[in-house]
């Protein structure tokens, strides 16, 4: 199966059978939205064959896995989740005529018209915007940002310090720490560091922001003693909900976890869709033992989409390509409407806030809608 031609700069060809790929995390940092993604696309393709590609979020993983996927003649690839990965594998996605549906890929950096990248879940702006107003309903007039280096989180901790900055509150530098990174001690020091310059002006009004993947359990695991009175830590939507604060060896994370108060933001679900994204999250849950997130669900979304789109034998990518977005503005799904706008990103979303309790379990703590965060 191969692209039997092509026209056009920018490599968007004919194509001759239709086969549908996946580039998903199932062993690295983002293996819980790796798997409970790859069971939501299986339901919305609903019996299609689904070739996937396991990256573990590296993105030299993505890129040599999306050409194999090519060599399969797959014309829609489902992924990849984080921005890193997108940003190493878009030129070719776009030479090649290969029409990129990301479930998770938030940076605004990649936003971009006119290119083969459609993204169905929010990017970063909405989301700080969600954080900012949670800070701001806290309380918090400092934030210190934490955040692992790679294009996604990178794009999250500058967005944190422009909108806080904005919104009149003071934003600290921030830490960063690579994707390598096993031994936390010098992060954390700096964070402390940080975080007490603020606090030596601002009180204990200082809240702490992490952006990052399933890691951020073992960074959290090195603050044992952080007890500041009304800390908040916030989480971005990398390990919202993720399984690595449940298992049994996370008991330090889910310490600091309680002393401080963290709750996770992540992709919220429409409570006037609950028909159609319950039973999906059942059987995602069924599947793989996960609750899925927004993220999860806008994979099944892009999933019905595309078989949708698929279904009228678009002739060539860029008629693939409209085929989906003409779908996508009048589609109303798991995740809500999935109209997308002139860089092909979500336009909207609400948003929910997560924190542990003691079972351990997430549950529900705030919602960011319309610009409002209300308490369930």
Known sequence: MAIVGCGGNSGRGTFGTTTYGALLDLSGPGKTLGATSQAAINIGLDGER????DTGSVPANALEGLKRLHARGVRVVFGPQSSSELAQIKPYADANGIVLMSMGSTASALSVADDNVLRFC???????????????AEGKTGVVPVWRNDVGNTGLASQLKTQF???GGTAAEGVSYETTTTDFTTTVAAVRNQATTLRGTLGNNVGLFFGGFDEAAQLMA???D???????????DGFAKAGAFLAPGATAARAFAAKNNLVTVTFGLDPAQQAVWGPVATQVKNATGEDPDGFALA???SAVIAKRALGNNPNGADALLAAIVGEASTYVGATGSCQLDANGDRQASTFEFYGL?????WVLRAIY???????P
């Open 50 to 53: 689904l070739a996937v590609e």
């Open 299 to 301: 994979a099944y979304d």
């Open 165 to 167: 900055a904005a919104a």
């Open 226 to 236: 952080e007890t500041v009175p009304g800390q908040i830590a916030i989480g971005g």
């Open 122 to 136: 929010p990017p970063d702006p909405l989301e700080i915007q969600a954080v900012v107003a949670y800070l701001q």
């Open 222 to 224: 090195a603050f044992p």
């Open 369 to 375: 809608r319309n610009g409002t965060i209300v308490r």
């Open 357 to 361: 309790s003691e079972t351990p379990s």
